[in-house]
């Protein structure tokens, strides 16, 4: 997210909570914002999506590593949730070996398109697809960068040893 967006302050805010589940009204995160939420908030479930994809406020909850899981129009609220999804990751010297089902399960918790988190990695989209694909797996350097991403956006995972 860029720095100064008017969704940054929620990033901040869900950043910041430690619950595994953030129940907010349309009204607090409007205060948190200092902004009004745009009208389709307000009547379209589809504005509150997890999709980053050309989504300012989708990549605010995304990157402070929760999703939207409900979504009241009427009551005007929305719940957060981080993901349970605890898939296992070996470690080697400290470092997460990374295989073709946990860099797809990190890029789709993330909401992200191979191109897409292939520019977040600096590596290009086909290196992306051929991790996924099993063709090859990262480096070292790149698992490590992987581990650092992956906690960034609250993507757990338990470590087998």
Known sequence: ??????????LEFLRGNNQP????TFAEIEALMNNPLPDSARSKRAWWSNRTKGALQASAWMEAGYRVEDVDLDRQRVTFRKPTIKPKVPQVSNTGVWNSELIKAL?????LTQAE???????????VSEWENG?????????????LVAQTVGFTYEERR
């Open 1 to 10: 997210m860029k720095e100064g967006s008017k969704y940054q302050p929620v």
């Open 21 to 24: 589940e953030v129940l907010l």
């Open 107 to 111: 890029r789709l918790h993330m909401g």
């Open 117 to 127: 988190f292939a520019k977040q990695l600096g590596v290009r989209q086909q290196t």
């Open 135 to 147: 063709v090859y797996e990262p480096t070292r350097s790149k698992s490590k960068h992987l581990d």
